[in-house]
């Protein structure tokens, strides 16, 4: 057979591996001298790396310095080069193969000596080139530094490696190495080897810049960052603080001076957010250097080089259209529009060396006072409003559309900077007035990506990562194959699988590879979840941005609401005032609602407001608020102020308020803008009629008693208040005092915040109605239906959530809900029940209180969440979380997450964002940029709740659909590399051609799409679908149907073989038929009792998997899905009980020489056939007529039929005729593996068998009655051990995420 290598073949081998032996020496001797360096450095080498995140999330970076090698960069590139040389050569040699076909001259073969020759040392180059690629591909940051000499100062090094410290090594390495076994020792080195990797993941490699002036700088994750000498580390910069006194002296010497300006630019860079866009060649080279496309690229080559042109061809369209269109029409298209997003082109004055300038806003500096324009113009920078004010437009940062006043900054030593003084860049300003050109002036505080609107597309760039079973798994899932294959390997090397050329047996174990890990698999997954965002997007009206999270959405068990604007409407209704007078309480005023805005309705109120309102606190509804007037009249600023100055009616000036009928008038001397450490916002005016000077300070009610005097808070206060926020009134407190009259105005603007909120006296409360959304609670009832436990996470009061809870069933509508406050003093909780008079402690673990939920205020939240050991028992009963900040609610999400939840959270404003980001499924009610940073948002039907409801049901459908996408590949790898060993081994035997074809196009390709097109149910189930890829469900769906297609298999030969007529064949032995010529192997009875089975076995694996069952819509209303399963069974049927057809031969199925060489007609066919169609049958009877010609034969020569001579022996020849019942039989002429009708009935009802079972199954078993057996007997387990929360273990017979 030509085995041998010949001088030639060797020559190369030897050039080849000296190469490497060479490149390895050099790299030695390089990587020697950089570890003497490396021990030569006198400080420790790595330094901590200020990181900004854009999430503000705690993480620990190291900075580590390098200095560039001519040397080393020639080496590591060299392996590239080696890399790029060696496919070259695998495509050439490839094609030359081939000779005399596709125009392959033929002077490879005959100088290699033959296609032995010439494919060993192509295999050898093959494996080394794939071996090396995957090295470059998950080393590629790590080696680019192992090429350079590390230097102990980083103001030396020209590049920075940037390493997140990750906690790699974890107890689970811990072992007693007295009782370690060969399994704890080989376990302990594999995950030291993936920790590895993992750490070669965290690295990323920046160059340093140098500007003229000597400043070294880097850019990482958009922010720039600059050397300092004082600490040797780089830090970032862009951003920057400023006192009251430093910004108006800004101002009054004229800004900053060219110069400074300059420095500052050098300093920290353009005002620009550096979104790099990747060229198209950067982008394919970034998506081709993923390690999947190396076992990609194994299966295309091995294919293509085996003669199976046609099935390599395939997959290399398959994997460069995959990638391309991915890369190409995904990836880089996001990184435009971020790109676009985070584009600023505009101009903008600002004030330099006292002179008004106009420049572009990419040259916006720290500490330039630019004049803001108004007319919806964005912000360039982040910055403090020094002089006049604006109203802004801030939904782009919270989504919330209420437009904003930003108000200057105090000219008083005792000023305190507020949200209130900043305005952030990007937000659109709506009205703009000051003292230039009546412009407001700004100082820019932050610029570049250090701006709140940079954080934005950072949060976009880099988005938080989570946890998920199924990503988890999924390396054990390759390492199990890779065991499989390994035990393939062995059986391929045995002597039993002789295929006469070891080249053959190399590509054959190759070949066998590639089916394990089809390409098709990601592609698959990717399929399914893009058909669910794009039934969001059309059907639900839900925008994603990460199509991957939502099969995630589909495993959530806890969803963490936002209140106000997601429960409830957006706006809250102002509906009373409950006046205070004496220390007393007096009678409650209430007013009309006015949806409609009729004047009659205002009128009444507004006079009653002036009847019945006292007057300090008809007074303090008037101007103790941020709300401002634009010059349209239009309000803005809070809902709930703007709302209150609606009905008060009061108009709005720059320094004075006056009453509808103008006989008052207050005038503003200083403003107290609301400080979230504090609770309170407040306001100092003066009484334009008597001259009094009053403080009026606003705040929940809590806080209001606490600052106020003693004998200044009616007795029945608690009682009144909590009554209020139990009837679901969100209630604020204001309180007041009097001031000297004498007081100037410098000398309060001096005055610290805590001497004007001293001595303060209750003077009243308000009580705003926010109304739920009218589909809250049905959606909360669909979650409940779903065992999805939801909670409240508010800023809010607790009681007010408490109550919220019970209208939308969240909490128990009829079961007590108890209070949890940090108790006085600060130690502990105390727990109380709202509902009753009594202020007692209660014992929550009491048999009484037991199984009462829980409602917690922020500062019990803190306490528990640092004492976790009270936190582990209570969590699951708490249902409500209340006055909590946004660093809280994402405490709260990282909890439950914590505890093997998966989370989901809904909101509606920025200070949601850090929750939506944390959770596993964020969906933001907002049609506002800030939405981005969720991967799901919407503004569907009034930001309807019932939009989550929506997007766990296509989360399920869609988590189930990339399952039993991920069970038929598993069933594919299993059931098609055993049939074919199996085949290998009966006689070194394989399929036909286009069996292959059929299996990864027709099944692989359109049987696969049309699964994903299944849509949801219309109801959620009471369980989740399972995410574990090792769970008994999921390896059930996947052993079944392997060991049931081998069974029949095994069958379909046992009856085969019982047939007299049967004649076994071996075409390498038997008829000595070429081992490349792998296509014409699968001329015999065997391989066609193979074939039918194995694409039985996988259509039917398919549609089996593509069941409703409690997530998807039954299959019938699958149309697609039905149609190519029935055409597949009606296809398979005709194979199997027709007489031969030219259909027939394209299989090779009862298949006989004269239709075969008519499905020449068959021309598309035909010519992507790589030598089966249209050519002789080379069947069992072939042996019968060579075994005859043998004595005319040259010595080593073996006849086998060709068209020159009509597939028959030539005329004249004894052997046997044409017609003899030995060579045709069963109708069919000429050699055949034509069955017998027997044969061909038995095998059907062994078929339809092996259907029935596999159906039975999937319908009793995984999705029936067994199934709900198996969840309530794990749950009865769980409840005997103490270990089952509702909600948490409710999925497909598996206890798992």
């Given at each position: 057979m030509g085995d041998l290598i010949n001088d030639a073949g060797i020559w190369l081998c030897t050039t080849v591996v000296l190469v490497l032996v060479f490149l390895a020496l050099l790299n030695g001797l390089f990587q020697f001298n950089r570890k003497q360096v490396l021990d030569s450095l006198q400080e420790p080498f790595g330094k901590p790396l200020t990181f900004h995140?854009?999430?503000?999330?705690?993480?620990?970076?190291?900075?580590?310095?390098?200095?560039?090698?001519?040397?080393?960069?020639?080496?590591?590139?060299?392996?590239?080069?080696?890399?790029?040389?060696?496919?070259?050569?695998?495509?050439?040699?490839?094609?030359?193969?081939?000779?005399?076909?596709?125009?392959?001259?033929?002077?490879?073969?005959?100088?290699?000596?033959?296609?032995?020759?010439?494919?060993?040392?192509?295999?050898?180059?093959?494996?080394?080139?794939?071996?090396?690629?995957?090295?470059?591909?998950?080393?590629?940051?790590?080696?680019?530094?192992?090429?350079?000499?590390?230097?102990?100062?980083?103001?030396?090094?020209?590049?920075?490696?940037?390493?997140?410290?990750?906690?790699?090594?974890?107890?689970?390495?811990?072992?007693?190495?007295?009782?370690?076994?060969?399994?704890?020792?080989?376990?302990?080195?594999?995950?030291?080897?993936?920790?590895?990797?993992?750490?070669?993941?965290?690295?990323?490699?920046?160059?340093?810049?140098?500007?003229k002036d000597g400043a070294r700088s880097i850019e990482y994750t958009c922010v720039r960052y600059i050397h300092s000498e004082e600490d040797d580390c780089f830090h970032p910069t862009g951003i920057v603080d400023y006192t009251a006194a430093q910004v108006h002296e800004a101002v009054r010497r004229g800004g900053l001076t060219s110069k400074e300006a300059k420095v500052m630019l050098n300093a920290c860079g353009k005002n620009e957010i550096n979104v790099h866009v990747p060229s198209i060649l950067e982008a394919l080279l970034t998506e081709f250097s993923d390690f999947t496309y190396i076992f990609n690229s194994i299966g295309t080559w091995s294919y293509m080089v085996f003669s199976s042109w046609n099935i390599g061809l395939f997959w290399l369209l398959l994997t460069l259209g995959s990638g391309i269109f991915r890369s190409l029409f995904i990836v880089r298209p996001n990184q435009k529009k971020i790109h676009e997003l985070a584009q600023l082109h505009t101009e903008c004055e600002v004030l330099r060396d006292g002179k008004w300038t106009t420049i572009r806003a990419a040259d916006i500096v720290l500490g330039d006072v630019v004049a803001i324009e108004d007319n919806s113009t964005k912000l360039p920078c982040d910055g403090l409003v020094v002089e006049g004010s604006l109203v802004v437009n801030e939904s782009m940062l919270t989504g919330e559309p209420m437009p904003i006043q930003k108000m200057p900054v105090e000219k008083s030593d005792a000023a305190v900077i507020g949200k209130k003084n900043l305005a952030y860049a990007g937000t659109a300003c709506l009205e703009s007035s000051g003292p230039h050109d009546n412009k407001a002036l700004l100082i820019a505080t932050a610029v570049g990506a250090l701006t709140t609107r940079g954080q934005l597309v950072r949060m976009v760039l880099f988005p938080t990562s989570v946890r998920f079973k199924y990503n988890d798994q999924l390396p054990k899932v390759y390492m199990l194959l890779s065991c499989y294959m390994v035990i393939l390997f062995a059986i391929y090397l045995s002597p039993k699988m002789n295929l006469h050329s070891w080249v053959a047996t190399y590509l054959l174990v190759l070949n066998t590879i590639a089916m394990c890990l089809s390409p098709m698999l990601p592609v698959s997954m990717v399929m399914g979840q893009s058909a669910a965002a794009n039934r969001l997007e059309k059907t639900h009206k839900i925008g994603c941005l990460q199509p991957g999270r939502i099969p995630i959405a589909g495993k959530i068990s806890t969803m963490v609401f936002d209140k106000t604007g997601t429960i409830t409407k957006d706006g809250m209704d102002f509906d009373a005032v409950i006046p205070v007078e004496?220390?007393?309480?007096?009678?409650?005023?209430?007013?009309?609602?006015?949806?409609?805005?009729?004047?009659?309705?205002?009128?009444?109120?507004?006079?009653?407001?002036?009847?019945?309102?006292?007057?300090?606190?008809?007074?303090a509804l008037a101007c103790c608020h941020t709300v401002a007037a634009l010059r349209d009249g239009t309000l803005v600023g809070n809902h709930v102020e703007v709302s209150m100055v609606t009905l008060t009616g009061w108009s709005i000036g720059e320094k004075e308020l006056k009453s509808p009928s103008g006989d008052e008038a207050l005038e503003v001397v200083k403003k107290l803008d609301f400080d979230h450490s504090r609770m309170t916002s407040g306001v100092v005016v003066r009484n334009s009629q008597t001259k009094q000077l009053v403080v009026y300070v606003k705040g929940s009610y809590e806080k209001i008693k606490s600052i106020s005097e003693s004998t200044e808070v009616p007795e029945t206060y608690d009682e009144v208040t909590q009554k209020c926020a139990k009837d679901g009134y969100y209630t604020l407190g204001i309180a007041t005092k009097l001031l000297d009259n004498t007081l100037t105005e410098q000398q309060i603007a001096d005055m610290t915040r805590d001497s004007l909120e001293a001595g303060l006296g209750v003077c009243g409360l308000m009580l705003f109605r926010n109304e739920m959304k009218r589909d809250s609670p049905d959606a909360i009832r669909e979650l409940k239906k779903g065992s999805i436990r939801s909670v409240?996470?508010?800023?809010?009061?607790?009681?007010?959530?408490?109550?919220?809870?019970?209208?939308?069933?969240?909490?128990?509508?009829?079961?007590?809900?108890?209070?949890?406050?940090?108790?006085?003093?600060?130690?502990?909780?105390?727990?109380?029940?709202?509902?009753?008079?009594?202020?007692?402690?209660?014992?929550?673990?009491?048999?009484?209180?037991?199984?009462?939920?829980?409602?917690?205020?922020?500062?019990?939240?803190?306490?528990?969440?640092?004492?976790?050991?009270?936190?582990?028992?209570?969590?699951?009963?708490?249902?409500?979380?209340?006055?909590?900040?946004?660093?809280?609610?994402?405490?709260?999400?990282?909890?439950?997450?914590?505890?093997?939840?998966?989370?989901?959270?809904?909101?509606?404003?920025?200070?949601?964002?850090?929750?939506?980001?944390?959770?596993?499924?964020?969906?933001?009610?907002?049609?506002?940029?800030a939405s981005m940073v969720s991967p799901f948002a919407t503004g569907r039907d009034g930001k309807s709740l019932m939009t989550v409801v929506d997007l766990i049901?296509?989360?399920?459908?869609?988590?189930?659909?990339n399952m039993a996408t991920f069970q038929y590949f598993m069933v594919y790898a299993f059931t098609l590399t055993t049939i074919r060993t199996i085949l290998v081994w009966h006689g070194a035997l394989n399929l036909g051609e286009y069996v292959w074809v059929t299996m990864d196009i027709g099944i692989g390709m359109i049987m696969i799409w049309t699964m994903t097109l299944s849509k949801p149910t219309g109801e959620l189930c009471h369980y989740r679908p399972t995410a574990t890829l090792l769970g008994p469900r999921t390896l059930s769906a996947i052993a079944f149907p392997y060991i049931t297609a081998i069974?029949?298999?095994?069958?379909?030969?046992?009856?085969?073989?019982?047939?007299?007529?049967?004649?076994?064949?071996?075409?390498?032995?038997?008829?000595?038929?070429?081992?490349?010529?792998?296509?014409?192997?699968?001329?015999?009875?065997?391989?066609?009792?193979?074939?039918?089975?194995?694409?039985?076995?996988?259509?039917?694996?398919?549609?089996?998997?593509?069941?409703?069952?409690?997530?998807?819509?039954?299959?019938?209303?699958?149309?697609?899905?039905?149609?190519?399963?029935?055409?597949?069974?009606?296809?398979?049927?005709?194979?199997?009980?027709?007489?031969?057809?030219q259909f027939n031969c394209v299989f090779r199925v009862n298949c006989d020489n004269k239709q075969s060489q008519e499905a020449k007609a068959l021309t598309p066919l035909a010519l992507f056939s790589a030598g089966g169609v249209g050519n002789c049958f080379l069947g069992p009877q072939v042996k019968i007529w060579q075994a005859e010609m043998q004595p005319v034969m040259p010595p080593e020569e073996y006849w086998l039929p060709d068209d020159e001579s009509g597939c028959t022996p030539p005329s004249g020849s004894n052997t046997t005729p044409w017609s003899s019942p030995d060579i045709s039989q069963f109708g069919c002429e000429g050699p055949n593996n034509c069955f017998s009708t027997a044969l061909r009935w038995q095998l059907v009802v062994v078929f339809v068998a092996y259907i029935l079972v596999n159906h039975l199954f999937t319908k009793l078993f995984?999705?029936?009655?067994?199934?709900?057996?198996?969840?309530?007997?794990?749950?009865?387990?769980?409840?005997?051990?103490?270990?089952?929360?509702?909600?948490?273990?409710?999925?497909?017979?598996d206890v798992e995420l």
């Amino acid at each position: 057979m030509g085995d041998l290598i010949n001088d030639a073949g060797i020559w190369l081998c030897t050039t080849v591996v000296l190469v490497l032996v060479f490149l390895a020496l050099l790299n030695g001797l390089f990587q020697f001298n950089r570890k003497q360096v490396l021990d030569s450095l006198q400080e420790p080498f790595g330094k901590p790396l200020t990181f900004h995140s854009p999430d503000d999330s705690v993480r620990t970076f190291k900075q580590y310095g390098f200095v560039y090698s001519t040397y080393g960069a020639i080496l590591l590139h060299s392996w590239v080069a080696l890399f790029a040389i060696g496919y070259i050569y695998m495509i050439l040699f490839c094609w030359l193969s081939y000779s005399p076909q596709f125009l392959a001259p033929g002077f490879a073969l005959e100088y290699f000596g033959g296609w032995n020759g010439l494919m060993a040392p192509w295999l050898l180059i093959f494996t080394i080139d794939h071996i090396l690629g995957m090295v470059l591909i998950f080393t590629w940051e790590a080696m680019r530094t192992r090429f350079m000499y590390p230097v102990s100062s980083l103001a030396d090094a020209t590049h920075v490696m940037i390493e997140e410290e990750l906690p790699f090594m974890t107890e689970d390495f811990l072992v007693d190495p007295d009782t370690e076994g060969h399994l704890d020792r080989l376990k302990r080195h594999g995950s030291k080897v993936q920790a590895r990797f993992k750490r070669a993941k965290c690295r990323t490699v920046v160059k340093v810049d140098v500007e003229k002036d000597g400043a070294r700088s880097i850019e990482y994750t958009c922010v720039r960052y600059i050397h300092s000498e004082e600490d040797d580390c780089f830090h970032p910069t862009g951003i920057v603080d400023y006192t009251a006194a430093q910004v108006h002296e800004a101002v009054r010497r004229g800004g900053l001076t060219s110069k400074e300006a300059k420095v500052m630019l050098n300093a920290c860079g353009k005002n620009e957010i550096n979104v790099h866009v990747p060229s198209i060649l950067e982008a394919l080279l970034t998506e081709f250097s993923d390690f999947t496309y190396i076992f990609n690229s194994i299966g295309t080559w091995s294919y293509m080089v085996f003669s199976s042109w046609n099935i390599g061809l395939f997959w290399l369209l398959l994997t460069l259209g995959s990638g391309i269109f991915r890369s190409l029409f995904i990836v880089r298209p996001n990184q435009k529009k971020i790109h676009e997003l985070a584009q600023l082109h505009t101009e903008c004055e600002v004030l330099r060396d006292g002179k008004w300038t106009t420049i572009r806003a990419a040259d916006i500096v720290l500490g330039d006072v630019v004049a803001i324009e108004d007319n919806s113009t964005k912000l360039p920078c982040d910055g403090l409003v020094v002089e006049g004010s604006l109203v802004v437009n801030e939904s782009m940062l919270t989504g919330e559309p209420m437009p904003i006043q930003k108000m200057p900054v105090e000219k008083s030593d005792a000023a305190v900077i507020g949200k209130k003084n900043l305005a952030y860049a990007g937000t659109a300003c709506l009205e703009s007035s000051g003292p230039h050109d009546n412009k407001a002036l700004l100082i820019a505080t932050a610029v570049g990506a250090l701006t709140t609107r940079g954080q934005l597309v950072r949060m976009v760039l880099f988005p938080t990562s989570v946890r998920f079973k199924y990503n988890d798994q999924l390396p054990k899932v390759y390492m199990l194959l890779s065991c499989y294959m390994v035990i393939l390997f062995a059986i391929y090397l045995s002597p039993k699988m002789n295929l006469h050329s070891w080249v053959a047996t190399y590509l054959l174990v190759l070949n066998t590879i590639a089916m394990c890990l089809s390409p098709m698999l990601p592609v698959s997954m990717v399929m399914g979840q893009s058909a669910a965002a794009n039934r969001l997007e059309k059907t639900h009206k839900i925008g994603c941005l990460q199509p991957g999270r939502i099969p995630i959405a589909g495993k959530i068990s806890t969803m963490v609401f936002d209140k106000t604007g997601t429960i409830t409407k957006d706006g809250m209704d102002f509906d009373a005032v409950i006046p205070v007078e004496g220390a007393k309480f007096s009678g409650r005023v209430s007013f009309m609602p006015n949806d409609n805005e009729e004047q009659r309705i205002t009128d009444e109120n507004r006079a009653k407001i002036k009847a019945e309102v006292p007057e300090r606190l008809r007074h303090a509804l008037a101007c103790c608020h941020t709300v401002a007037a634009l010059r349209d009249g239009t309000l803005v600023g809070n809902h709930v102020e703007v709302s209150m100055v609606t009905l008060t009616g009061w108009s709005i000036g720059e320094k004075e308020l006056k009453s509808p009928s103008g006989d008052e008038a207050l005038e503003v001397v200083k403003k107290l803008d609301f400080d979230h450490s504090r609770m309170t916002s407040g306001v100092v005016v003066r009484n334009s009629q008597t001259k009094q000077l009053v403080v009026y300070v606003k705040g929940s009610y809590e806080k209001i008693k606490s600052i106020s005097e003693s004998t200044e808070v009616p007795e029945t206060y608690d009682e009144v208040t909590q009554k209020c926020a139990k009837d679901g009134y969100y209630t604020l407190g204001i309180a007041t005092k009097l001031l000297d009259n004498t007081l100037t105005e410098q000398q309060i603007a001096d005055m610290t915040r805590d001497s004007l909120e001293a001595g303060l006296g209750v003077c009243g409360l308000m009580l705003f109605r926010n109304e739920m959304k009218r589909d809250s609670p049905d959606a909360i009832r669909e979650l409940k239906k779903g065992s999805i436990r939801s909670v409240i996470c508010t800023g809010d009061n607790a009681l007010t959530g408490i109550s919220i809870g019970k209208q939308c069933g969240i909490a128990s509508q009829h079961g007590k809900v108890l209070l949890g406050e940090v108790a006085k003093g600060g130690e502990g909780i105390e727990w109380r029940d709202p509902d009753s008079e009594s202020s007692r402690s209660i014992e929550i673990g009491s048999n009484t209180y037991g199984d009462c939920q829980l409602a917690v205020t922020q500062g019990a939240w803190r306490h528990l969440h640092e004492h976790l050991s009270e936190l582990e028992v209570i969590w699951p009963r708490i249902v409500v979380f209340a006055r909590m900040k946004p660093e809280d609610k994402i405490n709260v999400v990282k909890y439950f997450q914590s505890r093997a939840l998966v989370v989901g959270m809904c909101g509606d404003g920025g200070n949601d964002c850090g929750g939506l980001r944390a959770a596993h499924a964020g969906l933001a009610l907002s049609d506002a940029e800030a939405s981005m940073v969720s991967p799901f948002a919407t503004g569907r039907d009034g930001k309807s709740l019932m939009t989550v409801v929506d997007l766990i049901r296509e989360g399920r459908a869609c988590l189930s659909t990339n399952m039993a996408t991920f069970q038929y590949f598993m069933v594919y790898a299993f059931t098609l590399t055993t049939i074919r060993t199996i085949l290998v081994w009966h006689g070194a035997l394989n399929l036909g051609e286009y069996v292959w074809v059929t299996m990864d196009i027709g099944i692989g390709m359109i049987m696969i799409w049309t699964m994903t097109l299944s849509k949801p149910t219309g109801e959620l189930c009471h369980y989740r679908p399972t995410a574990t890829l090792l769970g008994p469900r999921t390896l059930s769906a996947i052993a079944f149907p392997y060991i049931t297609a081998i069974i029949t298999l095994f069958v379909g030969f046992g009856l085969l073989w019982s047939k007299d007529w049967y004649e076994h064949l071996a075409p390498i032995n038997d008829i000595h038929l070429l081992p490349s010529l792998w296509m014409l192997r699968g001329d015999n009875y065997d391989s066609s009792i193979g074939a039918i089975t194995l694409v039985l076995a996988l259509v039917n694996t398919g549609y089996v998997n593509t069941y409703g069952g409690a997530f998807r819509r039954n299959i019938l209303t699958n149309i697609g899905v039905n149609v190519v399963y029935f055409i597949f069974l009606f296809a398979l049927g005709w194979l199997l009980l027709s007489s031969p057809t030219q259909f027939n031969c394209v299989f090779r199925v009862n298949c006989d020489n004269k239709q075969s060489q008519e499905a020449k007609a068959l021309t598309p066919l035909a010519l992507f056939s790589a030598g089966g169609v249209g050519n002789c049958f080379l069947g069992p009877q072939v042996k019968i007529w060579q075994a005859e010609m043998q004595p005319v034969m040259p010595p080593e020569e073996y006849w086998l039929p060709d068209d020159e001579s009509g597939c028959t022996p030539p005329s004249g020849s004894n052997t046997t005729p044409w017609s003899s019942p030995d060579i045709s039989q069963f109708g069919c002429e000429g050699p055949n593996n034509c069955f017998s009708t027997a044969l061909r009935w038995q095998l059907v009802v062994v078929f339809v068998a092996y259907i029935l079972v596999n159906h039975l199954f999937t319908k009793l078993f995984l999705q029936g009655p067994v199934a709900a057996r198996l969840r309530q007997m794990q749950k009865r387990t769980d409840e005997e051990q103490g270990t089952y929360v509702p909600s948490v273990y409710n999925s497909e017979s598996d206890v798992e995420l």
